[in-house]
């Protein structure tokens, strides 16, 4: 049974940083895609980043150059780091998994319980 488990979210003045740890357990961390995705009160669940099994990054054109995603192989964790907090960051934040040859983000499942991230103007 997949399990992710999100931490690290929390209060933080705008402008200021956090950074999101996601354990996975469950599953062959090697071979499955990571993403991050978060739900603002009041809006559907958007996409943020993923990362591939072999590394590769994608990011939502709304955090790139703020965010980095990265992963821990040994430690089977996948990170968000998050710089430059904008108060329309506020938001729910989950992890996810797919083990989909191509990631797309419709394909990631195995949700996480979220971690939220609530950012202060």
């Known amino acids: 049974q997949v399990q992710l488990v999100e931490s690290g979210g929390g209060l933080v003045q705008a402008g200021g940083s956090l950074r999101l740890s996601c354990a996975a357990s469950?599953?062959?961390?090697?071979?499955?895609?990571m993403g991050w995705f978060r739900q603002a009160p009041g809006k559907g669940r958007e996409f943020v980043a993923k990362i591939r099994r072999g590394g590769t990054r994608d990011y939502a054109d709304s955090v790139k150059g703020r965010f980095t995603i990265s992963r821990d192989y040994a430690k089977n964790t996948v990170y968000l780091q998050m710089n430059g907090l904008k108060s329309e960051d506020t938001a729910v934040y989950y992890c996810a998994a797919s083990g989909a040859t191509v990631p797309t983000p419709a394909s990631f499942g195995s949700w996480g319980q979220g971690t939220q991230v609530t950012v202060s103007a």
């Open positions: 469950g599953l062959s961390f090697n071979s499955y895609a």
